[in-house]
């Protein structure tokens, strides 16, 4: 009987249940691939029009964490039978909204009824198998550039807990509303081949996931790393998410920190993230002219460590 995951069984399955790469992708031809990709979640802030925002700009990234671009996305959207009409309609528009911003259609969907609202997108896109990025494309003496600060899950945390300031929550959206587009065609134009984006399993995790896919050791330096300015206050005040527990439990005992840290300091590096930035990995001789074109586009990037030779993440 033939094994249905078995790999080998589909050659043109470039990407699928075998690597933890952020999309499946499938191959059309030398030049051409379908990527494709799906998430969605329950509410990160109270504006209706802002959840849905947020949560299609987090769907649209892990296409362009591929170095993909999507072009075609269905609504998945799990609502009570009683919330208001407009709140659901809100919530709607702002997926809507983000997706032609992108350049994206919305083609449809499905809804279910549930006690608690669940929305996001199913999303494909294209990308050339020949720049495809992906976790395991990471060399020794690569920088490692991030393009969005950490800190998103504290806010959203305390604003559940009625703790966040109105600038605060203010702040964390403009950046989890901001699409990954520009940074991944910016991957794309210096042909990088390592990179993923920022989500659930934070910025260890998910590093985590790329040194062991590229046999890798990952050396960041935390003074280089970027927070949103509320960051630090939320995670002195214990606004810490169950998963944020979870990531430190499952991914620390690969995590060498050489100088100890304050606990508020080292939870943030577990502190999951939704519609974060991309970590890549930029070949130094490239990095120059990487963060100059980053410049000329508006796309933040800060240069947060470098990738050695071993294994595991060293914090410094």
């Known amino acids: ?19 933890p790469d952020d999309a499946a992708v499938w191959r059309l031809d030398d030049s051409r691939a379908i990527v494709a990709t799906t998430d969605f979640f329950t509410p990160v802030v109270d504006d209706a029009y802002d959840y849905g925002a947020i949560a299609a700009a987090n769907s649209l990234s892990d296409i362009y964490a591929m170095g993909g671009m999507p072009f075609l996305a269905l609504n998945v959207a799990a609502l009570p039978p009683d919330l208001p009409t407009e709140i659901s309609a809100d919530i709607l528009r702002g997926g809507a909204e983000k997706a032609r911003e992108a350049g994206v259609v919305i083609a449809g969907g499905h809804t279910v ?24 494309g990471l060399k020794a003496g690569d920088a490692l550039v991030l393009t969005k600060p950490l ?19 203010k702040e964390v959206v403009e950046w989890m509303t901001r699409l990954n587009k520009t940074a991944g065609r910016l991957a794309v134009e210096f042909n990088l081949r390592g990179g993923t984006d920022i989500t659930g399993f934070s ?19 935390y003074g280089k790393i970027p927070f949103v300015s509320c960051a630090r206050k939320y995670a002195e005040k214990g606004a810490f998410a169950g998963g944020l527990f979870d990531n430190r439990s499952f991914f620390g005992a690969r995590v060498e920190f ?59």
Do not use: C
């Open 1 to 19: 009987m033939q094994n249905l995951f078995d790999p080998s069984n589909y050659p043109d399955l470039l990407v699928g249940l075998e690597g």
């Open 113 to 136: 009824q549930d006690k608690e609202p669940k929305y996001g997108l199913v999303v494909i896109g294209f990308v050339d198998p020949q720049t495809m990025l992906s976790k395991g």
């Open 151 to 169: 800190g998103f899950g504290v806010t959203t945390t305390a604003l559940k807990r009625e703790q966040a300031e109105e600038n605060d929550v």
């Open 258 to 316: 050489v100088k100890k840290l304050e606990e508020p300091a080292e939870m943030l590096l577990f502190d999951p993230q939704t519609s974060g930035g991309l970590l890549l990995g930029v070949p130094r001789e490239k990095l120059d002219a990487f963060t100059k074109r980053a410049n000329e586009l508006d796309q933040p990037v800060w240069i947060i460590g470098e990738v050695k030779a071993g294994k595991g993440i060293r914090v410094k």
């Open 203 to 221: 910025l260890l995790g998910h590093g985590l996931e790329m040194a062991e896919a590229a046999g890798v050791a990952l050396e960041i330096e």
